[in-house]
């Protein structure tokens, strides 16, 4: 009896003294810098998908060439281009919802006649509260998405007196130009700023290593 009390007092002993270490997960954890200056949630930031709104008589050219540079730095998952994925018979308001709340940045290609375009009886699309393009922007905007409109063809964002009042706040966002003389430049600082959007590390600057080596400075004349 005596043994076991001996005995037990040794473990609790050494467990006080050695408490156990917590487990260590096997999958890294990915943290998320959410900078005030974006004035996005955390939860908005770093989803990881891209979606590219766009419409195919204004600027279908432009917005194909860039969903294939962004399918090639983010990978096909990460870009939703067309609704004419959309299977048949699901209701494409419903769809551009589900795909919006799994994406982390909306770019809004705009070419020359994306204000104005009109459909076969002469009324302006965007004032058509059915508009796919109005429906996806106007649900971004609700949801807080990052919205980047990206002008071409030498575009530029409308005034929001030209706007639908729930299409205002687009007259607001920051844009980005491609141009088709600097397309490649223009396309690579585009997703190197969008990096911190798509949960990706922004890459810090490299310091360059100080030498150890000392100039060589001549000696002081001596005085005659």
Known sequence: MAACETWGCFLLFFFRCHPARPRRSDTPQKTIRCDPDWGYSEETLGMGKIFISYRRDDAGEAAGRLSDNLVERFGR????????????????????????????????????????????????????????????????????????????????????D????????????????????????????????????????????QVPAQSHIQSYAPPPPVAQ
């Open 77 to 160: 998952d990460n870009v939703f281009m067309d609704v004419d994925g959309i299977a048949l018979g699901r209701d494409f308001r419903t769809v551009i919802e589900e795909t919006l709340s799994q994406c982390g940045v909306m770019l809004a290609v705009m070419g020359r006649d994306w204000l104005h375009n009109k459909d076969a009886k002469g009324n302006r699309r965007l004032d058509q509260p059915t508009d796919f393009v109005r429906l996806e922007i106007t649900t971004a905007l609700k949801r807080d998405i990052p919205v980047i409109p990206v002008c071409v063809q030498g575009s530029s964002v409308p005034s929001c």
């Open 162 to 205: 030209d706007l639908p009042d729930d299409l205002k706040n687009f007259a607001f966002r920051n844009a980005f130009e491609l141009t088709h003389a600097r397309w490649n430049s223009d396309v690579q600082l585009l997703t190197e700023r969008m990096r911190p959007l798509m949960g990706e590390p922004t890459p810090q600057p």
